[in-house]
């Protein structure tokens, strides 16, 4: 069976600090791989979605890029966090029935 | 672009109560529709999903949601609601290019 994970769930940073979430995938191959934030009042904001080893689709400009080294790999990373990055990260994973299979989440805190 | 409105932010009902949550979608082509449920402290679970054929479609959980393509809508139902069903509801779309958007969600309470 597929699983996902997701690492770490909670994360203290100070602002400028770098930044690394990464999530794996297991079970399957070729999977279209996904960041959102979720924030109070906004729902699952899209960040970054991926259909492809070193395809990255970026959906809102801002501090943070992504990258996908690996099939089944996929990083979130900032070189200097601000405040308004704080939020919880979720990564996801489809294939073809379209149907999002969820990471349990990155709290991250920026100070 | 894609895009969905869920215009509740919160909807409180008693116990034994139907429900009906509202979600709006925007999408040139025919949609896949998706409702999840989110409780505290949890991922995101998927409730049920619209892809295509029969335009009402059943779900975990005793919910159900209808695809109405001339409102662009596709609201999620359930005919009595219980105190476990207390959460965070979230309508997607999956539009071109594998793109999945969310909307901004729901809060449902369920009072005694």
């Known amino acids: 069976s597929q699983t996902i994970h997701q690492w770490p769930a909670t994360l203290v940073q100070p602002v400028g600090s770098p930044l690394s979430l990464e999530c794996t995938v297991e079970g399957t191959s070729n999977p279209n791989l996904y960041w959102y934030r979720q924030a109070a009042g906004r729902g699952l904001q899209l960040l970054f979605y991926s259909v492809g080893i070193g395809q990255i689709s970026s959906e809102v400009p801002q501090n943070l890029s992504a990258s996908r080294p690996q099939d089944r790999q996929f990083i979130l990373s900032s070189k200097k966090l601000l405040l308004s990055d704080s939020g919880f990260y979720l990564c996801?994973?489809?294939?073809?029935?379209?149907?999002?299979?969820f990471g349990e989440g990155s709290r991250l805190t920026v100070l | 672009a894609q895009s969905v409105t869920q215009p509740d932010i919160h909807i409180t009902v008693s116990e034994g109560a139907s429900l009906e949550l509202r979600c709006n979608y925007s999408?040139?082509?025919?949609?896949?529709l998706f409702w999840y449920v989110q409780s505290p402290g949890q991922g995101l679970q998927l409730l049920l999903k619209y892809f295509s054929g029969d335009t009402l479609v059943q779900g975990i959980k005793g919910f159900e949601a209808e695809f109405k393509r001339s409102q662009s809508s596709f609201n999620l139902r359930k005919p009595s609601v219980h105190w476990s069903d207390a959460a965070e509801y979230f309508c997607?779309?999956?539009?071109?290019?594998?793109?999945?958007?969310f909307g901004t969600g729901t809060k449902l309470q369920v009072i005694p």
């Open positions: 997607a779309v999956r539009g071109g290019y594998q793109k999945v958007t």
């Open positions: 999408y040139g082509a025919t949609p896949y």
């Open positions: 996801a994973w489809t294939q073809n029935t379209g149907e999002l299979f």
